[in-house]
């Protein structure tokens, strides 16, 4: 009975020692099946990711694109500086780069201390440092002091043609002006410089390091002259300061094609200090907000921003327009004594005592308003003439009488349809269901 209880339980444990045999190879199985997997199949996704922990990344500048003037005059490049960092766990001697950094720097002991003691991957000291300054801190050989090259915006010309460029923030990003609305084309595409460390963070000297070159930025070639606008600016100045104006716009442009030549806004403001007010402003008493509002003030272009009556600078479209439909001839002669009665309103010419006789030629050469009023006129006479006759031939108009004598004074007879106010209106109508019903157009 005790033989037969002891063969139980051996046979017992047997059996339970082989479940856990079989158990644990089909654990150990799934081990190596799994770490077959990720060695074969995952290496190289492990590989990146371990390679990425042991990486530490800086950034490098791209080179903005240039702005070039019509005549390949460099209008916006760029100059080269350093952006100073220190690693942290890199550092041996902490108190020496705080020293050297505050003397060579010009910061404070306290400003520096603060980022030379903060656990960081990296952490930035001051951006756009002069090179020369930049290589003298290099020349130190400071263990976890990085000394980048960078890339600041310049502008050769100081304030000329400042609120058409613009100019660029700290990060070398446009803020206004052409730097801001091509800036997809002139930012360029930064680069890296990647270092291997071990599980402290100290770089690892053998390893080296690995660059990924930026991509620079493209250069903008614009039409403006800056002959023409140097030139166009010492006018402006010279007017604000006869006419005591607060500002003198100039805008330049080719007859041809419509190119802008110049766009002088004046005062401007100097492009490589472009957070600095003018002298006469008092900064020291503003809030941030006025600050601000003045700063956008002295951004502001003039030229696009602003609206304005366009004035006798129209009268050479009216002139055109007049020649053009044969309206007037250049031969056509008019008289100008001084004014010109509209409706109940009396128009006085530039020159009060009038041009008297002139030719058409003359009158253009002299801005006369009169010559100008009487092409306008004749030009709406035409239109109605015109649109007499179209309405006629399609059938709209029946027992029609058109009375036409030659200019320089016209007045109309017309009726006008239910929808139409004036005859502008129903000329400029494009509804066939609107005629306008012209009666008579005779001398005055």
């Not at 770089?203 to 039409?223: F, H, K, M, T």
């Not at 100097?270 to 951004?299: F, H």
């Not at 602003?306 to 250049?330: C, H, N, Q, R, W």
């Amino acid at each position: 009975m005790k033989e037969e209880k002891s063969y139980l339980h051996k046979t017992y444990h047997r059996s339970k020692t082989v479940v856990i045999f079989f158990a644990c190879l089909a654990v150990f199985i799934g081990l190596i099946a799994r770490l077959s997997y990720l060695m074969i199949f995952q290496s190289e996704y492990y590989t990146q990711k371990a390679k990425e922990l042991h990486e530490r990344e800086r950034s490098i500048k791209a080179a903005r694109g240039r702005i070039v003037d019509a005549n390949g005059k460099i209008l916006a490049d760029n100059k080269t500086v350093c952006t100073i960092s220190v690693i942290h766990n890199q550092l041996t001697d902490p108190e020496e780069v705080i020293d050297v950094l505050c003397r060579e720097l010009g910061l404070s002991e306290e400003y520096v201390r603060k980022r030379v003691e903060k656990y960081s991957s990296i952490e930035k000291i001051k951006s756009n440092v002069d090179k020369s300054v930049g290589d003298a801190i290099r020349a130190y050989d400071l263990d976890g002091v990085k000394v980048d090259e960078d890339y600041k915006r310049y502008y050769p010309y100081d304030s000329l043609a400042s609120k058409v460029l613009g100019f660029t923030g700290g990060d070398n990003q446009g803020i206004i002006g052409l730097e801001v609305i091509y800036e997809e084309y002139l930012q360029g595409e930064p680069g890296t410089i990647l270092t291997v460390t071990d599980a402290k963070g100290v770089e690892v000297a053998e390893a080296g390091e690995e660059r990924v070159e930026p991509v620079n930025g493209q250069d903008l070639y614009i039409s403006l002259d800056m002959n023409i606008q140097s030139y166009a600016t010492q006018l402006a100045l010279q007017t604000m300061e006869t006419k005591e104006a607060q500002s003198v716009s100039i805008l330049v442009m080719n007859p041809r094609n419509g190119e802008i030549l110049a766009m002088v806004n004046v005062p401007e403001f100097d492009l490589n200090n472009p957070y600095t007010l003018p002298e006469e402003i008092e900064s020291g008493s503003l809030t941030e907000e006025e600050r601000q509002n003045l700063l956008n003030q002295m951004w502001r272009n003039g030229c696009i921003n602003d609206t304005y009556e366009p004035g006798s600078t129209f009268k050479i479209i009216t002139a055109a327009a007049g020649l053009e439909s044969g309206a007037v001839k250049t031969t056509d002669t008019f008289s100008c004594p001084g004014f010109i009665m509209v409706e109940d309103r009396k128009i006085r010419c530039h020159k009060v005592g009038g041009h008297g006789a002139e030719d058409f030629v003359q009158g253009t050469m002299n801005s006369c308003k009169q010559e100008v009023t009487d092409c306008r006129a004749n030009c709406r006479c035409m239109r109605l003439l015109s649109a007499a006759y179209r309405q006629s031939a399609a059938g709209v108009y029946h027992n029609t009488t058109v009375k036409v004598l030659p200019p320089p004074r016209v007045s109309v007879t017309a009726m006008l349809p239910p929808c139409a106010r004036t005859i502008s209106e129903a000329i400029d109508s494009p509804s066939p269901k609107c005629p306008l019903v012209l009666l008579d157009l005779s001398a005055r």
